[in-house]
Each structure stands twice: as structure tokens, then as C-alpha cells.
Nanobody, 123 residues
């Protein structure tokens, strides 16, 4: 069973940067996908895909973060470098994982989830 643990959240002013980390363990499959999702404040929001990284080395980004966020993997840790943050990016950020070839930004495709780390961007 894959386990993922996030770290690196915090508070930053608009235009600033943060780097999130996700320590992954327990995956023995050669094919997998790791992703970052976020859930914005409010009772009716859902987890939206931010970026994903597949075992083939390909990365995918949501349009809203393209050019500002970078996803990368070093050994068993997945990183999300977030630059030029905006207040609308405030929320809980989750790391997720799945096995197999499929690697998307859809939350339904992911099986294993971390507890999340809070990111707050002030204006």
C-alpha cells in the first residue's frame, strides 16, 4: 500500500513562493502516478488537480498554474515548486498516488491520499 505524507505548506504574500514536498513510500510497482491536488475554502468545493507526474517522466499541469508551478520527483519525494502565488491559490494541498499507466489530473483516478498541507496566500 502506498503512503504519502505532505509537508511545506505555510503562509506567503501574493507574488511569493512556496515548495511543497510529498514523501512517498510503499510503492513497488514500476508504473505509478503521483499528483498534487488542492481544495479551496468553502463548503461546496472539491479537490482539483494541480499537477501530476508519471513514472514515464511526463508531467501535467492545470491551466491555472501553467508557467508558475513546477512538479518534480527526486528519489521517493515529489515536489511542487509554486511561484508567483495568488490569493485564489489559498487552500489545502494534497498529495495523491495511484499505480498503473494512467496519469491524469482527475481526483477519481487516484487511490492513495495524504492528509494535506495548508497554503495561505495573502493579498
Amino acid at each position: 500500500q502506498i503512503q504519502v505524507v505532505e509537508s511545506g505548506g505555510g503562509s506567503v504574500q501574493a507574488g511569493g513562493s512556496l515548495r511543497l514536498a510529498c514523501k512517498a513510500s510503499g510503492y513497488t510497482h514500476s508504473r505509478y502516478c503521483l499528483g498534487w491536488f488542492r481544495q479551496l475554502p468553502g463548503p461546496t468545493t472539491w479537490r482539483e488537480g494541480v499537477a501530476s507526474f508519471g513514472s514515464d517522466g511526463r508531467s501535467r499541469y492545470a491551466d491555472s498554474v501553467q508557467g508558475r508551478f513546477t512538479i518534480a520527483k527526486e528519489a521517493s519525494t515529489l515536489y511542487l515548486q509554486m511561484n508567483n502565488l495568488i490569493p485564489e491559490g489559498t487552500g489545502m494541498y494534497y498529495c495523491a498516488a495511484r499505480t498503473g499507466y494512467l496519469c491524469t489530473l482527475n481526483r477519481e483516478d487516484f487511490t492513495y491520499w495524504g492528509q494535506g498541507t495548508q497554503v495561505t496566500v495573502s493579498s
